[in-house]
T-cell receptor, first 114, second 117 residues
Framework: AQSVTQPDIHITVSEGASLELRCNYS??????LFWYVQSPGQGLQLLLK??????LVQGIKGFEAEFKRSQSSFNLRKPSVHWSDAAEYFC????????????FGKGTKLSVIP | DTAVSQTPKYLVTQMGNDKSIKCEQN?????MYWYKQDSKKFLKIMFS???????INETVPNRFSPKSPDKAHLNLHINSLELGDSAVYFC????????????????FGNGTRLTVT
């Protein structure tokens, strides 16, 4: 069965600093990978997704993520964090075409120091 | 014009009661889901319906019963509520293209915070 690990429970960065949130997945074949963001009291919003092709994917709000098969990783990055980026971030894996099941990591809470 | 809407947003009730959460999507998606987010923010799928047919039914107590009257609605009914049912319940939807292609990403509602006292 697929699984997702987000090693960092809570990360604090200063506004304007760069950010990298880690995500490792476990799945036998090529996974479909996602990053979602959850602001307080809100549902989850899709930031970006990887299905195939270019391993560096661009998302909304200036986020990008890189798929590295050799490391089973899909880390999320942003070059300059804004205070409004403070939220909970979830990495998720869908086990291939035709699968309806999305498995989420336990999330990383991002705090931003003004 | 909310894409995935859930009602109510907050639900406070006593143990032993029966309650329902409603979900509607206007995205034209054919697949809908219920996820449970616990106090540690962990999200776990409970159910999934595709074209009103149950396709995912995780290990969930049978006190939880989803009902999908049509493709745009997936309601969650909970009988004999217990303290451990307190959580945030998220409805979501996606579009399955079928065949060899992938499902579209999930679109989530804003959640229903259930508190059982």
């Amino acid at each position: 069965a697929q699984s997702v690990t987000q090693p960092d429970i809570h990360i604090t960065v200063s506004e304007g600093a760069s950010l990298e949130l880690r995500c490792n997945y476990s799945y036998g074949a090529t996974p479909y990978l996602f990053w979602y963001v959850q602001s307080p009291g809100q549902g989850l919003q899709l930031l970006l997704k990887y299905f195939s092709g270019d391993t560096l994917v661009q998302g909304i709000k200036g986020f990008e993520a890189e798929f590295k098969r050799s490391q089973s990783s899909f880390n999320l990055r942003k070059p300059s964090v804004h205070w409004s980026d403070a939220a909970e971030y979830f990495c998720a894996v869908q086990s291939g075409a035709g699968s309806y099941q999305l498995t989420f990591g336990k999330g990383t809470k991002l705090s931003v120091i003004p | 014009d909310t894409a995935v809407s859930q009602t109510p947003k907050y639900l406070v009730t006593q143990m032993g009661n029966d309650k329902s959460i409603k979900c509607e999507q206007n995205l034209g998606h054919d697949t809908m889901y219920w996820y449970k987010q616990d106090s540690k923010k962990f999200l776990k799928i409970m159910f999934s319906y595709n074209n009103k047919e149950l396709i995912i039914n995780e290990t969930v107590p049978n006190r939880f019963s989803p009902k999908s009257p049509d493709k745009a609605h997936l309601n969650l009914h909970i009988n004999s509520l217990e303290l451990g049912d307190s959580a945030v319940y998220f409805c979501a939807s996606s579009s399955s293209t079928g065949g060899s292609s992938y499902n579209s990403p999930l679109h989530f509602g804003n959640g229903t915070r259930l508190t059982v006292t």
